[in-house]
């Protein structure tokens, strides 16, 4: 699953970095080979190993009643960037080919309302934009965990084209009294006319991998993207998941601070200071989103919070 974290090539790649020093060190200390001096230095390396432990992440849980929740194992995990994703198509147009995806996520995608199941598309389609725009709020209002939102068409166009290059992604979501929690997010095409992001608590992903239960689903609806020029976005938060339906809109707000990067860097020169400023944050923002699909081990969170609370 491209979405495990690959701790172990970092390990890897640590002692290929370092192996001809250790060969040097065990040549000093008398020994034959790196293997005679790490088991001289076993007990020493073990005792390194227990302190550094981060249960769940890098050694075993306690007890497999229950793992911690949430809240609690992300004060503990730390960050490891995931290795480079599946290359992905440049669509042309927001409605270009779906990607393959795995079974996993095919079958999420199939349980996916799609837009008929709101409205009836085609008498949608003969009214005017603002009038659609309303007529979706409407449908979403008596829901108090809906999500729902109405874009311009080159306004998702510019988010999909970032989610082809950067299909999964982080962002931090903060928490009175408590920092901020670091939520996993994962971009899928599951068809030509349904784009979807799964939100999932990063530390229950770290847990549970594959199966960890994402808390909040948001599809955007292609099928009157071409015809009218609107893409229309609904999804859900899962109650009892730790995450608010204000929690939920901050993370799509801070998603379309990161992926509408383009938007911002769009403009001329000369154009004023604020227009500078926007420009250069969506540029560091970009860095970050690159770093982490590369698996680059300069990624600092620190950064990622800093760029999350700047506006533009």
Excluded at 210 to 229: K, M, Y
Aim: net charge negative; with cysteine.
């Amino acid at each position: 699953d491209v979405r495990y974290f690959a701790a172990h090539h970092r390990q890897q790649a640590v002692y290929d970095k370092y192996k001809d020093k250790l060969a040097q060190k065990a040549k000093q200390q008398g020994y034959k080979n790196v293997d005679e001096l790490k088991e001289a230095n076993a007990d020493k390396i073990r005792e390194l190993r227990k302190n550094a432990s981060v249960p769940g992440a890098n050694a075993p849980l306690e007890s497999q009643a229950a793992p911690p929740s949430p809240n609690e194992a992300a004060s503990r995990i730390p960050y490891q960037a995931p290795p480079p994703p599946t290359p992905q198509s440049d669509p042309s147009t927001p409605s270009s080919q779906a990607e393959t995806i795995t079974s996993s996520t095919k079958e999420t995608a199939e349980k996916l309302p799609t837009l008929s199941s709101f409205l009836d598309v085609e008498k949608t389609a003969a009214l005017p934009q603002k009038e659609i725009e309303a007529l979706w709020r409407l449908r979403h209002v008596r829901d108090p965990q809906s999500l729902c939102a109405a874009m311009a068409t080159s306004t998702f166009a510019r988010l999909a084209r970032t989610a082809r290059q950067h299909p999964q992604f982080i962002l931090p979501l903060p928490k009175e009294g408590q920092g901020a929690e670091i939520h996993f997010l994962q971009w899928t095409f599951p068809s030509e006319t349904t784009v979807t992001v799964l939100f999932t608590h990063l530390a229950e992903f770290k847990l549970r991998g594959e199966f960890a239960q994402p808390h909040t689903t948001v599809t955007h609806h292609l099928d009157l993207a071409e015809s009218n020029g609107v893409v229309l976005m609904e999804g859900r938060t899962m109650e009892n998941r730790g995450v608010s339906v204000e929690d939920g809109k901050f993370l799509l707000m801070c998603l379309q601070k990161f992926y509408g990067f383009e938007g911002l860097m769009d403009g001329k020169e000369g154009e004023g200071s604020g227009d500078a400023v926007a420009r250069q944050n969506a540029s560091q923002r970009r860095k970050l989103m690159e770093q982490f699909t590369n698996g680059d081990e300069g990624f600092k969170v620190e950064e990622l919070l800093e760029e999350a609370e700047k506006v533009p």
